[in-house]
T-cell receptor, first 111, second 113 residues
Framework: GENVEQHPSTLSVQEGDSAVIKCTYS??????FPWYKQELGKGPQLIID?????GEKKDQRIAVTLNKTAKHFSLHITETQPEDSAVYFC??????????FGTGTRLLVSP | KAGVTQTPRYLIKTRGQQVTLSCSPI?????VSWYQQTPGQGLQFLFE???????NKGNFPGRFSGRQFSNSRSEMNVSTLELGDSALYLC????????????FGPGTRLLVL
């Protein structure tokens, strides 16, 4: 079945720096890759997603890139702010259209 | 549209009891998935329902069960609670069963004493 690996598990940056989180997946049939942000005490919130017919997608300070050949996709956050501190999850669809999640990255942005 | 809602938000039970959690999906969404989230295990898939039928099931014991009603609302039940069942239980909905966006509710935090 689908396996999604995510790294790093923790990431500490200074406010204003960029942050990059990387994921790899195993199922070549996957064609939709969402990223979720989870703040303390809340459910995961979709922040950006990408489909396999697109190599890059941007939304203000966040962007996602996808390399289908290498089966990896990445989240890029520029000009980080303290409110970006949260746990970020990548995901990909596997067999039976079941969404498989990475293990999460705890991002800490220090003022 | 209103988002995914879950009730109750917090719950305290004792070992051996049973619990029922409820999830109302986004209007028009027919698929509901349930996840267990613990600090050590991340997001673990429990099961998914579509049109009142269970489509997928994760690797959880039979004490975990669920159902979906004709209005797409879903419930999950855990019987004979164990301490290890303490977790955040998340519900997510999507329109159908393709590779679509899944939206999460706020979760129900269950503490088993």
């Amino acid at each position: 079945g689908e396996n999604v690996e995510q790294h790093p598990s923790t990431l500490s940056v200074q406010e204003g720096d960029s942050a990059v989180i990387k994921c790899t997946y195993s199922d070549s049939a996957s064609n939709y890759f969402p990223w979720y942000k989870q703040e303390l005490g809340k459910g995961p919130q979709l922040i950006i997603d990408i489909r396999s017919n697109v190599g890059e997608k941007k939304d203000q300070r966040i962007a996602v890139t996808l390399n289908k050949t290498a089966k990896h996709f990445s989240l890029h956050i520029t000009e980080t702010q303290p409110e970006d501190s949260a746990v970020y999850f990548c995901a990909a669809y596997g067999g039976f259209q079941k969404l498989v999640f990475g293990t999460g990255t705890r991002l800490l942005v220090s003022p | 549209k209103a988002g995914v809602t879950q009730t109750p938000r917090y719950l305290i039970k004792t070992r051996g009891q049973q619990v029922t959690l409820s999830c109302s999906p986004i209007s028009g969404h027919r698929s509901v998935s349930w996840y267990q989230q613990t600090p050590g295990q991340g997001l673990q898939f429990l099961f998914e329902y579509f049109s009142e039928t269970q489509r997928n099931k994760g690797n959880f014991p039979g004490r975990f069960s669920g159902r979906q009603f004709s209005n797409s609302r879903s419930e999950m039940n855990v019987s004979t609670l164990e301490l290890g069942d303490s977790a955040l239980y998340l519900c997510a909905s999507r329109e159908g069963v393709g590779q679509e966006t899944q939206y999460f509710g706020p979760g129900t935090r269950l503490l088993v004493l």
